[in-house]
C-alpha cells in the first residue's frame, strides 16, 4: 500500500507540475519572444551540464540510504550524510567557477543578438550558484526518497514549483526578463532546500553532522557507484540538453523554441514513467537486500511491462496528435515545427521508455557499469546525426538525431543486457517490454487518429475530454492483455477493501 500511495502522490506532483507547464509555458514563450525564450533554453543546456557534478552520489545516497534503512544501520546513515554533504560542498564550488568562466564566454557558446548577450552571461552566472545550492541540499532529498517518504518530498517540490510559477508569471506579465528568471529559480531552490532539511530532521532526529562521521571508507563507496553512475548521467545529459546547443551552433537561437516546446512535451512523458521509477528506484534495492537478485529480478521485469503500459497512452496521444495538440496550446504557428519534433520523439519513446525502467532498476542493483558503453554511445550518435541531419532537415532533423539511437539501443542493447545480468531471456524482455504493452494500447492509439482526422476540436478542454472518452479503451486493454492473472487478482482484491478503508477514515 506503502509503493502505492507513493506513485499516486509522484503522478499528483507531476499532474499539477504539467498542468502549470501547460499554462505558464505559452504565457512565457509569447511575452519573451522566440529568441529570447529560445536563449532561456539554452542558458538551461548549460546550466544543466553543471549539474553533471552530481557526480551521481545523491543517486547514489538514496540507495544506500534505502539499504541502511533496511538494516536499521543508524551509524553508516550518519556517516553518509557528513561524507556526502562534504563532496557535494566541493563540487558546488566548482560549479559557481565553472558558471563564472562559461558566462563570460557565452558568445562563444551562442549565436545570438548582441542586445541579448549581457543579459543571458548574467543569468548563466546567477543559474550556476543556484546549481551550487542545489547540489548541497539535494543531498536531503536523497534521504528523504532513500526513506520512501515520496509524499513528503513530493509536497515539498510541489509547493515549490506552485511558488516558482506564480512568481514567474507576476515578474513576465511586468516586463521581466532572463536575469529575472534566473533570480526566482535561486530564490526557490534555496528554500526549498531549507525545507528539505526540516524534513529530514524531523523523519531521523537521530541523523547527525559531524567531523568524526566523514569516512573515507564511505567515500569510495560512494565514488565507486557513482563512478560508472557519473558516467550515464554525462549521456543522459548529452542526450536531453545537447539538441538545444546543435540547434543555437548551426541554426538561429529562436529555432530553439521549436524544438523545445515539442522535446518538453516529451520530457513530460517520461515524467509519468518517472513517477513509477522513483518508487521503484529504493524498492528494487531494498528487494535485493532481502530477497537477492533473483527476487529482483522477477520486480524489475514485471515493472518494465507495467510502466511501459501506463506511459503508453500518453506517448501513443502525442504520437497520433502532437500537431493539433501544439496547434491549440501554443498556436498554429508553432504546430508545423513543433508538432512535427514531438511526433517523431514520440516514435522514439514507443520502445525507449522500458529501457529507462531496465536503467533505473540496473543502477538500483548497482550493475549499471555494464550501461556505461551503450549510454556513451547512444549519446555520440546523437550528437554526430543531429549535427548531420540539423543541417538538412532543420529541427526535425535533430529530432531524428535523437530518436534513431533510441530505437537501436532500446531494441538492440536492452534485451541482451537483461538477459546477461538478470537472467531474462531475449523473448521473455520482449514480450514484457514491448509486444504486450503495445498490444495492450494500440485499439486506443487506432481511435485517438480516428478522433483527430474526423473531430477537430479548438481548446484545450475539448481536446483533453477527447482523450479522456476512449482512455477506457486503453485501460480495458491493459486489463485483459497486459495484466498477470495475479496482478488482476490483487486489483480485485484491493477494489473490495476499500470501503472498508473509507469506513476506517470516516
Not at 544543466?48 to 534503512?69: K, M, N, P, S, W
Not at 564566454?105 to 549581457?118: G, K, S
Not at 521549436?258 to 528487494?287: D, E, H, K
Not at 532481502?290 to 527476487?295: F, R, S, W
Request: a positive charge.
Amino acid at each position: 500500500m506503502k509503493t502505492v500511495v507513493n506513485v499516486l502522490t509522484n503522478w499528483a506532483a507531476m499532474v499539477v507540475g504539467m498542468a502549470i507547464t501547460f499554462v505558464l509555458s505559452p504565457f512565457v514563450v509569447h511575452h519573451l519572444g522566440d529568441t529570447r525564450y529560445g536563449l532561456w533554453a539554452v542558458v538551461g543546456s548549460i546550466i544543466g551540464y553543471l549539474g553533471l557534478l552530481d557526480l551521481g552520489i545523491r543517486v547514489g545516497v538514496t540507495r544506500f540510504v534505502a539499504r541502511h534503512e533496511a538494516k536499521g544501520d543508524k551509524e553508516s546513515a550518519n556517516r553518509l550524510l557528513t561524507t556526502s554533504l562534504v563532496l557535494f560542498a566541493t563540487v558546488g564550488v566548482i560549479a559557481v567557477i565553472a558558471g563564472a568562466v562559461v558566462s563570460t564566454h557565452l558568445a562563444w557558446f551562442v549565436h545570438t543578438p548582441p542586445e541579448f548577450l549581457r543579459e543571458g552571461s548574467i543569468a548563466v552566472f546567477v543559474a550556476s550558484v543556484t546549481v551550487g545550492i542545489a547540489l548541497v541540499t539535494g543531498v536531503y532529498g536523497a534521504v528523504i526518497a532513500g526513506l520512501q517518504r515520496f509524499a513528503l518530498l513530493n509536497g515539498i517540490d510541489l509547493t515549490a514549483e506552485v511558488i516558482r510559477s506564480v512568481t514567474t508569471y507576476v515578474v513576465v506579465r511586468n516586463g521581466g526578463g532572463l536575469v529575472a528568471l534566473s533570480v526566482i529559480q535561486l530564490v526557490i531552490v534555496s528554500g526549498r532546500g531549507i525545507a528539505y532539511l526540516i524534513a529530514t530532521k524531523r523523519l531521523q532526529p537521530w541523523l547527525h553532522i559531524a567531523r568524526s562521521f566523514y569516512d573515507r571508507a564511505t567515500r569510495n563507496e560512494i565514488l565507486s557507484f557513482s563512478t560508472y553512475t557519473t558516467l550515464l548521467h554525462v549521456s543522459w545529459m548529452v542526450v536531453y540538453s545537447s539538441d538545444a546547443l546543435v540547434i543555437a551552433a548551426i541554426m538561429p537561437v529562436s529555432e530553439v523554441a521549436f524544438f523545445v516546446i515539442g522535446g518538453n512535451l516529451a520530457q513530460a512523458a517520461l515524467q509519468v514513467q518517472s513517477g513509477v521509477s522513483r518508487v521503484l528506484y529504493p524498492l528494487v534495492s531494498a528487494r535485493q537486500a532481502t530477497d537477492g537478485l533473483d527476487g529482483a529480478a522477477v520486480l524489475v521485469r514485471n515493472s518494465v511491462r507495467l510502466c511501459t503500459i501506463i506511459v503508453l497512452p500518453v506517448v501513443l496521444t502525442f504520437l497520433t496528435r502532437g500537431r493539433t495538440f501544439i496547434g491549440i496550446w501554443m498556436g498554429p504557428s508553432y504546430a508545423g515545427p513543433a508538432g512535427q519534433v514531438l511526433v517523431i520523439l514520440s516514435l522514439g519513446l514507443c520502445v525507449f521508455v522500458s529501457y529507462q525502467v531496465l536503467t533505473i532498476s540496473i543502477m538500483a542493483l548497482a550493475l549499471h557499469r555494464g550501461l556505461v558503453p551503450a549510454y556513451m554511445g547512444e549519446a555520440i550518435s546523437n550528437i554526430a546525426l543531429s549535427f548531420i541531419l540539423g543541417k538538412t532537415m532543420g529541427v526535425a532533423g535533430v529530432a531524428w538525431g535523437t530518436t534513431i539511437p533510441r530505437i537501436a539501443v532500446a531494441m538492440g542493447f536492452a534485451p541482451w543486457f537483461c538477459k546477461r545480468k538478470l537472467g531474462l531471456s531475449i523473448r521473455e524482455y520482449a514480450v514484457h517490454a514491448w509486444i504486450r504493452p503495445l498490444a495492450s494500447t494500440l485499439p486506443f492509439a487506432g481511435l485517438s487518429l480516428l478522433i483527430d482526422r474526423t473531430w477537430p476540436v479548438s481548446h484545450l478542454p475539448a481536446f483533453f475530454g477527447q482523450v479522456a472518452l476512449i482512455m477506457p479503451v486503453a485501460i480495458a486493454g491493459t486489463w485483459i492483455m497486459g495484466l498477470e492473472p495475479s496482478e488482476r487478482d490483487q486489483i480485485r482484491a484491493s477494489l473490495r477493501g476499500v470501503p472498508n478503508r473509507l469506513r476506517r477514515a470516516a
